[in-house]
Nanobody
Framework: VQLQASGGGLVQPGGSLRLSCVAS????????MGWYRQGPGAERVLVAT???????KYADSMKDRFIISKDNAKNTMYLEMNGLKPEDTAVYYC????????????WGQGTLVTVSS
């Protein structure tokens, strides 16, 4: 299964964007999926995760502004980002993890989000 992220772009502070991550196969294959981001000169950090059962978890600094969701029928995960700030500028990556005997840790290519006036 491969992942492809899209939806990044330039947005003004306070604006919104929705990122999408489309899987080449069924997202039921993953036990957990998530979004990570890497800002300029920074390490890649967790933004949010969602389990196959729909349980979500967020980084503290984003939980009031970002919403992670998925559409199993479309094999797509989303990240709705609201109230964007310049410090949200980063490359956003989607990830899928599968545990157990056929474990996997799959990354999509990044999509750049730039928050600037």
């Amino acid at each position: 299964v491969q992942l492809q992220a899209s939806g990044g772009g330039l947005v003004q502070p306070g604006g919104s964007l929705r990122l999408s991550c489309v899987a080449s196969g069924s997202i039921y294959w993953f036990n957990s999926m998530g979004w990570y981001r890497q800002g300029p000169g920074a390490e890649r950090v967790l933004v949010a995760t969602i389990t196959s059962g729909g349980t979500t978890k967020y980084a503290d600094s984003m939980k009031d502004r970002f919403i992670i969701s998925k559409d199993n029928a479309k094999n797509t995960m989303y990240l709705e980002m609201n109230g964007l700030k310049p410090e949200d500028t980063a490359v956003y990556y989607c990830n899928g993890k599968r545990f157990g005997t056929k474990s996997a840790d799959i990354w999509g290519q990044g999509t750049l989000v730039t928050v600037s006036s």
